[in-house]
């Protein structure tokens, strides 16, 4: 009973330090050029995901940059809302943006934001994939 009670703290001890390890602040995201081809897709059912940074950076708590190409009406996801504030700009095709409840028509330049936990989605309306850069950002 002794050998298996040491055991058991042993292990909870060393899970504990590798679940503490595994918290530790993230790396800072370096000064960087970061090429297209140097990153990976993931096919996805709505089209093709694409992460390009995420991390810490000297000014924010996290930051993702990505860019989404959907399929002829697809969307990734219905409106939504996050902790993070989100810039999204339309690179190709024609799409509608929803922004707390106003669905607007958009296509290649349109920016849109969200603020913090305000609701919003895109969806693609056209009959060719439609391309978006998305960047989102909690700052400390």
Do not use: W
């Not at 990976?40 to 810490?56: D, F, H, M, T, W």
């Not at 009406?73 to 339309?90: D, T, W």
């Not at 603020?115 to 950002?137: C, D, E, L």
């Amino acid at each position: 009973m002794l050998m298996s009670c040491k055991r058991r703290t042993l292990l909870q001890t060393l899970a504990g330090g590798v679940l503490l390890g595994s918290s530790s602040p993230a790396a800072e995201i370096p000064s960087e050029l970061v090429l297209v081809k140097d990153t990976k897709e993931s096919s996805e059912p709505y089209g093709a995901l694409r992460l390009i940074l995420q991390g810490e950076t000297g000014q924010l708590k996290s930051l993702t940059v990505g860019s989404m190409q959907l399929r002829p009406g697809q969307a990734p996801h219905p409106p939504h809302s996050h902790p993070e504030e989100e810039l999204i700009l339309v690179t190709k095709g024609e799409c509608e943006i929803n922004v707390e409840g106003k669905t607007s028509k958009a296509g290649p330049g349109t920016v849109m934001y969200a603020a913090s936990n305000h609701v919003h989605g895109i969806s693609n309306t056209s009959g060719s994939p439609m391309t978006f850069y998305f960047f989102k950002y909690v700052a400390k």
